[in-house]
């Protein structure tokens, strides 16, 4: 091969390098539960001081990260059941502004609704008479801030909570699909009615279809607060009809994508899930910790690897043992370093690695290190076997 033939097969390598997207990370958080009055310790939600240390590690993961993704449920648990909705919208409207200024960077953070975020009440419609959270999230364009240019659809963000969007400019191989799963849940005995529920749900499937059918990318990112299956009482989370239908629409356009993932919180505990499609194609459903620990958890975020192929390489679960100081505490998934929960997969994307683990190795791992109450000990009883596979 002559010097000139190789000099320009050389330059052609070097150009098609340079457009070569590197390795991604993003960040999640979830149940922050957040109410000045509440106090420290377990069986709490999150008040000033838990509050404050938070946001003092998120503003350090999020500059690691390349954007970020907030599942749902904003205010404490702990409103009287007959207040109005001004206190409430306070606590929101502090933590958006809140984790607006964590975000110093101006990187993508994206908002997902959950069942306790309606002003009029626990999983209700995110709506009523023109109001929702939304109209606290001071400084954020809608559901979203730092967006502009990579929304795709959000006919139905302010009304109903859901969108779809890019998480990074000029980079169409991630999509993020967010979810209101609060249409779809099957609520509480205690709760009040959702009226209108049956029409919302399916006018969300219907838009979920169409995203789904009209996007192609090579990671689909698909955002909810509540999870499909059942929880840990074996109490089912969705009602059967849209879990169902949800599931079908993953059969018919799984094709469109390289990989799905689904991203959930709402449980307050670090789990996996799985959903087997018809042609045995497994897609997994991650949830993220909260940093309530009004379930007896340790306060946890998330960071996710999306490796330069678009699969999802590995997630780190950052907790912390101490509310007044974010402790440096985190496992990863699969790396070797640090008390991996699946070491042996070191090397492997996860679902990969998840693939080739039976359930029963997969949950005594989970069980066995302490991984759904990050490594809270004074928390057991996960019933893994019942709850990992959605299907």
């Not at 509440?38 to 709490?44: K, L, S, V, W, Y």
């Not at 502004?97 to 964590?102: E, P, S, V």
């Not at 529920?197 to 059918?213: C, V």
């Not at 959903?275 to 620990?293: D, E, F, M, Q, V």
Request: contains cysteine; aromatic residues 12%.
């Amino acid at each position: 091969m002559n010097t000139l033939l190789k000099n320009i097969i050389g330059l052609i390598a070097l150009i098609c390098s340079s457009y070569a997207w590197p390795a991604l990370h993003f960040l999640t958080i979830a149940d922050i539960h957040y109410g000045s009055n509440n106090t420290i310790g377990n069986g709490h939600d999150t008040g000033d001081v838990l509050w404050t240390t938070t946001l003092k590690k998120l503003h350090e993961l999020q500059r690691q990260v390349d954007f970020s993704i907030v599942l749902g449920d904003l205010p404490t648990h702990s409103l009287p059941l007959l207040s109005n909705k001004t206190q409430k919208a306070q606590y929101e409207a502090k933590v958006f502004q809140d984790l607006y200024k964590a975000n110093s960077q101006h990187k993508p953070i994206f908002y997902v609704p959950g069942n306790n975020d309606s002003l009029t009440g626990n999983y209700q419609p995110f709506a009523k008479n023109g109001s929702s959270p939304l109209d606290y999230a001071y400084n954020w364009q809608g559901a979203c801030a730092y967006c502009q240019e990579l929304i795709i659809d959000k006919t139905a963000m302010h009304s109903d909570g859901y969108y779809s969007s890019y998480v990074l400019p000029n980079n169409k191989e991630v999509l993020l699909i967010v979810l209101n799963t609060t249409q779809f849940a099957k609520l509480p005995w205690l709760a009040m009615p959702y009226v209108k529920q049956s029409r919302d749900a399916n006018r969300q499937l219907k838009w979920l279809e169409s995203q789904l059918k009209n996007n192609k990318a090579k990671q689909l990112l698909i955002a909810m607060h509540e999870e499909p299956g059942v929880d840990y009482h074996k109490q089912a989370i969705w009602q059967e009809n849209y879990l169902q239908a949800f599931i079908k629409l993953l059969n018919n356009y799984q094709q469109n994508y390289q990989q799905i993932s689904l991203l959930t919180a709402h449980s307050h505990y670090d789990e996996l899930r799985k959903i087997t499609l018809t042609n045995g194609k497994p897609i997994y459903a991650y949830a993220t910790p909260a940093i309530s620990r009004s379930h007896y958890n340790n306060p946890a975020m998330k960071v996710f690897h999306l490796n330069d192929e678009f699969y999802l390489q590995d997630f780190t679960t950052h907790y912390s043992l101490n509310e007044s100081q974010w402790t440096n505490h985190y496992y990863h998934a699969i790396a070797a370093e640090n008390d991996a929960i699946f070491s042996t997969c070191a090397g492997l994307p996860l679902a990969a690695c998840l693939d080739t683990l039976p359930t029963e190795k997969l949950c005594d791992l989970m069980e066995g290190k302490f991984i759904y109450s990050t490594k809270n000990q004074d928390k057991t009883g996960f019933n893994c076997l019942n709850t990992y596979n959605i299907n």
